[in-house]
């Protein structure tokens, strides 16, 4: 079933409970080409046009992010092992299955968060940030860096929007979601992780270490 489809389905079903118990005017099928897409009913949840719960929210295990760089590249051009102090800096954000990233101030985070609490008694949080700093050792010839993994959880409910008047022929329309998000350190027994990484130079790596200012030393640049 594709999303518009589930959003017609949605939206029809409640139209016709709404109608059997009263409560909301019969709204007239819009055509197909006035069907909404999932990104411009949750543009209506952002700016607050439609107003918006997330239903029925569900709890993801916690589980290990993909690592990735986060320090500058750490360079070896001598002939012996060296390290050196490197300071990183890391922020997470979320994203949801229909939108993109989730902003961090922004509509969409309030209603997640005001739901999720309600449901679980769980503080959920758009973005995380972590700072510090690690001893980097290299080996002649190679390139150093740190690495962070973070705890990440998932969160699948539904996008209820009600209108004060009926938009694409409906009072109300539903859209399914996964939002994928940082979660606290130790949840379900799984930890942020930190590693030092290391590889060869590669042949252009290598020029930078045949002359000029950085020859026979060790240097550090950006990622």
Known sequence: MTMNHALRYGSR??????????????????????????????????????????????????????????????????????????????????????????TVGGGIEGIITASVTATYNYTWQSSHTETSSFTVSVKPGEVGWISRAQVMRQISGTWQTHYDDPKWGHYYWFVPDTVTGPAPNGTDGKHSAVVVKSRKMTADEKKLCDGGSTENKVFTRSR
């Open 13 to 102: 079903t409640l139209a016709l409970t709404a109608t059997a118990l009263g409560v909301i005017a019969t709204a007239v099928p819009a055509a197909a080409e006035e069907q909404p897409t999932a990104e411009q009913i949750m543009a209506d949840c952002a700016s607050g046009e439609g107003k918006c719960t997330f239903n029925s929210p569900e709890l993801g295990k916690a589980y290990l992010g993909e690592p990735r760089q986060v320090s500058e590249l750490l360079f070896n051009c001598t002939d012996s092992p060296a390290s050196q102090s490197m300071s990183w800096a890391d922020t997470v954000g979320s994203s949801h299955s229909v939108g993109g990233s989730v």
